[in-house]
């Protein structure tokens, strides 16, 4: 029997997959465990595994292609087995042998063309060319083998339009005879609609613009973004933090750590700040159930990571759990493996479950403050601008010092102004005396 391998689901919320690579060609030998594709999903890159031996026999989906979880994307045949050749036309049978030898002058007739339901049609291209009319026994595929694909079906529907569009109008003429004309009413009894001031269509693209396609990762951005500004009651909460104790420590930490070849962030620093912060202030270490608040008991801190353009860009979150119990070098080397990953390999659902709370930290681009979008379901997020060393002002004397503005956005429903101003006061007291993060 031959293998179907389908669009596995990778993640909870994942309803499509798009194939990014192909590792195999039709008529390679996989065992199991072996990768067969690089899949786009909602949230990450990841790999598409084989779970039986045998031989590809079919690759169903192509690269660049989104299908829906469940969909074929490639069939295996077992070792030794026989590739049957494509289904040919059923027999006759008993019902239709009278109707045929009653009817001998449709034998005489040439084969008809395979209907669509024989020929090799991706599902995404079947769906198309029923929402639009297209008879596929009529298309050529461009696919692999023959087959049919999205491509194909959006062709011959934009023919189809081109052609309804020049039908010239003395063909009007042989056209069945019209219904009675409607009443007419006097246009000028009834209220004018405003016109709007601005035209209700885009400018029209210019040679030079380019349009890209959006991928899934991408649209589930946007679609989470929309839905938690919608959803969620934001409001902001900024301080401006000291960080001459912090920018020190670090210096001292990497100076004794150099030949571990361990190398601290400020943003490690940060990571292990808030979530001993959260720690402390249990009421921020939470999230909206509709009808109730969940407090949770781990402290586990998304980071959020930009990809490459190379990896089609976004930004991902990956989660260092149970941040309040772990040492700082601990956490470095766990947040360099993460991002690594991201940037490279992609994330599993693993790596992305879990957060209470995140940190977005722009600082390295060189932005001074910023606010961020909560990432669904934490009820919190901060945004962190560069440490900057600046004129300042301290003991009332004026000198240099390094500064960094910090804004926390929240969730309403869950967040107290007053709770978020206690969080971030504990976090500006463990930033500025830091003897606190080392224990």
């Given at each position: 029997?031959?293998i179907?391998?389908?669009?596995p689901r990778l993640?909870d919320t994942?309803e499509?997959g798009?194939?990014?690579k192909w590792?195999?060609?039709?008529g390679d030998?996989?065992?199991a ?6 899949v786009?999903?909602?949230k990450?890159?990841m790999?598409m595994?084989?779970?039986?031996d045998?031989?590809?026999?079919h690759?169903?989906v192509d690269?660049?292609?989104?299908v829906?979880v469940?969909?074929?994307v490639a069939?295996?045949a077992?070792?030794?087995e026989?590739v049957?050749?494509p289904?040919?036309?059923a027999?006759?049978?008993?019902a239709t042998?009278?109707?045929t ?5 449709t ?6 063309a395979?209907?669509?339901s024989?020929?090799k049609v991706t599902?995404v ?6 929402s639009?009319?297209?008879d ?6 461009s696919?692999p083998g023959g ?8 062709t011959?529907?934009?023919a189809?339009?081109?052609m ?5 109008p ?5 056209a069945?005879?019209?219904e009675p004309a409607p ?11 405003a016109?709007p001031?601005h035209p ?8 030079s613009d380019?349009r ?5 990762m991408r649209?589930?951005?946007a679609?989470?973004l929309?839905?938690?500004?919608q959803?969620?009651p ?7 933090m ?6 020190e420590l670090?210096?001292q930490?990497?100076?004794?750590l150099?030949?571990?070849g361990?190398?601290?962030s400020?943003n490690d620093?940060l ?5 001993i912060?959260?720690h402390?202030?249990p ?6 159930d509709?009808d109730?608040?969940?407090?949770h ?5 998304g980071v959020?990571?930009a990809?490459?353009e ?8 990956p ?5 309040d119990t ?8 766990e ?6 990953k991201?940037r490279?390999r992609g994330l599993?659902v ?19 403050a ?6 669904p379901?934490?009820?919190a ?16 004397e004026l000198t240099?010092?390094?500064?960094m503005?910090a804004?926390?956005s929240?969730?309403?429903?869950v967040v107290d102004?007053?709770?978020?101003a206690?969080?971030?006061g504990?976090l ?5 005396h830091p003897?606190g993060?080392?224990?």
């Amino acid at each position: 029997m031959p293998i179907e391998i389908t669009m596995p689901r990778l993640s909870d919320t994942m309803e499509k997959g798009t194939i990014i690579k192909w590792h195999v060609a039709e008529g390679d030998e996989v065992t199991a465990g072996d990768v067969l594709a690089d899949v786009e999903t909602d949230k990450a890159t990841m790999e598409m595994q084989a779970f039986d031996d045998g031989n590809v026999t079919h690759i169903a989906v192509d690269e660049g292609q989104a299908v829906d979880v469940g969909t074929v994307v490639a069939v295996l045949a077992e070792e030794d087995e026989e590739v049957p050749p494509p289904a040919a036309a059923a027999p006759p049978t008993e019902a239709t042998e009278p109707a045929t030898a009653a009817e001998p002058a449709t034998a005489a007739e040439p084969a008809p063309a395979r209907s669509s339901s024989q020929r090799k049609v991706t599902p995404v291209a079947r769906r198309l060319a029923e929402s639009h009319g297209v008879d596929l026994s009529t298309l050529e595929g461009s696919g692999p083998g023959g087959r049919i694909v999205k491509r194909d079906v959006l062709t011959a529907a934009a023919a189809g339009d081109e052609m309804r569009a020049a039908v010239p109008p003395s063909a009007a003429a042989t056209a069945p005879p019209a219904e009675p004309a409607p009443v007419v009413v006097d246009q000028s009894t009834m209220p004018v609609p405003a016109t709007p001031v601005h035209p209700s269509q885009p400018a029209p693209l210019a040679a030079s613009d380019r349009r890209e396609p959006v991928s899934s990762m991408r649209q589930t951005i946007a679609r989470r973004l929309v839905e938690s500004k919608q959803e969620i009651p934001h409001y902001q909460v900024s301080m401006v933090m000291e960080m001459d104790a912090i920018v020190e420590l670090r210096k001292q930490l990497n100076g004794e750590l150099s030949e571990q070849g361990v190398k601290l962030s400020v943003n490690d620093l940060l990571v292990r700040a808030c979530a001993i912060a959260m720690h402390r202030n249990p009421l921020m270490n939470a999230s909206w159930d509709g009808d109730a608040i969940i407090y949770h008991s781990e402290v586990n801190i998304g980071v959020a990571v930009a990809l490459p353009e190379s990896r089609g860009g976004g930004l991902v979150v990956p989660v260092i759990r149970g941040a309040d119990t772990k040492s700082l070098r601990a956490i470095s080397a766990e947040t360099r493996a993460l991002s690594e990953k991201a940037r490279t390999r992609g994330l599993s659902v693993e790596d992305m479950e879990g957060a209470t709370f995140t940190i977005s930290n722009l600082g390295m681009f060189g932005v001074d403050a910023f606010t961020a979008i909560i990432n669904p379901p934490n009820s919190a997020i901060l945004a962190v601008g560069a440490c900057l060393q600046k004129p300042v002002v301290r003991a009332g004397e004026l000198t240099v010092g390094w500064e960094m503005n910090a804004t926390l956005s929240n969730d309403h429903r869950v967040v107290d102004g007053a709770t978020a101003a206690r969080w971030l006061g504990t976090l500006k007291e463990l930033i500025e005396h830091p003897a606190g993060i080392l224990v």
